[in-house]
């Protein structure tokens, strides 16, 4: 008999009741010291007060008005948002799927207007993730992902991560945009190298080609800077972002330039719930502590902290552990015996890695992680690898 919810995901067997900063609770009690935040969402860990108190504050006042409507909120995240970034304006979604959606639409809805509809191509890379819903997986293209949901959307391209001639030769005079996640999360917390953004910037830039950056998983100060791009120095056209900005509570967001933005004019694009009250109190509160003086500094001496350990057990245990990778607190260890079994043996040590592509487990700890818990941490994957080791 099929279960009462959907069986679409493949679950552990822990009941998480409770969650305080870095840890969860399960329901008999158990503590573990969670590097995963719901896939890099909980950015400033679990019951934060400062997003609770922003949460409760909201709720006791308006939960939901119509986007008929102005919503104060919505002005002011999009106006912290645009001020710290490259971006002129600003969609809420409540989800990063929904922002892939509106971002290909936004690239293709640019080249109509400028009298080009058959600009309609979206380039994409191997291995990377943006999402689930129909265009979400035509851009993937996994076959895990596209098998049995026929026809697809048409319009993607996709080339081999790393592969700079491959580019050259996909982004034509048919290409709407490109689209790459900075760091690919879902794919094994693979860095894109500063000079191949930066040369994709170029690309872009020759071409007319727009450049969508999908900062859903390693935006919002997760790998040390507010989005990953900063560290190339450049900027996209279009951005996507989600999971962390909203702490735990679904928000996404999608900035663009006005150029870019263009064809997205009233009736275009909509969504119920998308800028909902609750929502923008939390954004704002995230927002707020991740700009404040000294957060992001932190954040890089903690990431350097937490990689020194993570390279001292690759070290230890080189039967385990292939590599470091990834940039500020998104790491993968790629592992050598399979990564659903490192995962496995770290919930035996109470302590929550992720798995992903490529063979690797991800470690997307709460930004606000102490010293004493990287160091905790360091200790249980130590203490799973070597479990593993010995079976
Ligand atoms: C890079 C990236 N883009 C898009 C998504 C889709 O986001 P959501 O699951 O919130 O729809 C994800 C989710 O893992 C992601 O990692």
């Known amino acids: 008999m099929i279960p009462s919810v959907l069986p679409t995901y493949s679950r552990a067997p822990l009941h998480f009741v409770k969650g305080e900063g870095t840890w969860l609770i399960d329901d008999t009690g158990r503590r573990f010291l969670d590097l995963g935040s ?22 006791q ?49 640019y080249w109509y207007e400028k009298g080009d509809p058959d600009r309609i191509e979206i380039v994409t890379f191997e291995g990377c993730f943006h999402g689930r819903s129909s265009a979400a ?13 026929g026809p697809m959307l048409p319009g993607f391209v996709q080339v081999p991560w790393g592969d700079h001639d491959a580019l050259r030769a996909a982004v034509t005079d048919r290409t709407a945009a490109v689209l790459i996640e900075p760091v690919q999360g879902e794919g094994g917390i693979r860095v894109l190298p500063d000079q191949c953004l930066k040369g994709l910037r170029d690309l872009c830039d020759e071409t007319g080609a727009l450049l969508i950056l999908d900062e859903v998983q ?16 450049v900027t996209p056209d279009i951005m996507m972002v989600a ?23 009233v009736g275009t694009h909509g ?13 704002q509160a995230v927002m707020k502590t991740i700009t404040a003086d000294g957060f992001l500094s932190d954040v890089n001496r903690k990431a350097g902290l937490l990689r020194q350990k993570l390279e001292g057990l690759v070290a230890d245990h080189p039967d385990v552990f292939e590599e470091v990778r990834g940039a500020g607190l998104m790491l993968g260890l790629k592992c050598r015996p399979p990564a659903a079994d490192v995962v496995k043996a770290g919930y035996a040590e109470d302590v929550i890695l992720v798995p992903a592509g490529d063979n690797v487990a991800r470690l997307l700890p709460p930004l606000t992680i102490s010293d004493d818990e990287i160091a905790e941490a360091a200790r249980r994957i130590d203490a799973a690898a070597s479990a593993m080791a010995a079976a």
Not at 81 to 89: N, Q, S, V
Not at 220 to 232: D, Q, Y
Request: aromatic content about 8%; glycine content about 14%.
């Open 137 to 149: 997986i035509a851009a993937s293209g996994a076959p895990k992902m596209v098998k049995g949901f």
């Open 271 to 283: 969504s119920t719930y998308g800028g909902n009250p609750l929502a923008m109190a939390v954004g």
């Open 243 to 265: 999971k962390g900005i909203g702490g735990g509570f679904p928000l996404g967001a999608v900035l663009a330039t006005e150029a870019a933005a263009a064809g997205m004019v």
């Open 38 to 59: 719901g896939i890099a969402v909980t950015l400033l860990g679990h019951a934060n007060p400062i997003l609770v108190s922003a949460l409760t504050e909201q709720a």
């Open 61 to 109: 006042k308006l939960w939901h008005v119509s986007n008929l409507y102005e919503i104060p909120g919505q002005i002011a995240l999009a106006e912290m948002l645009t001020e710290a970034t490259f971006a002129d304006t600003v969609f809420f979604t409540n989800s990063g799927t929904e922002t892939a959606e509106l971002a290909i639409k936004m690239a293709r809805k």
């Open 218 to 233: 390693c935006g919002m100060g997760r790998t040390g800077r507010l989005f990953a791009h900063e560290w190339a120095g």
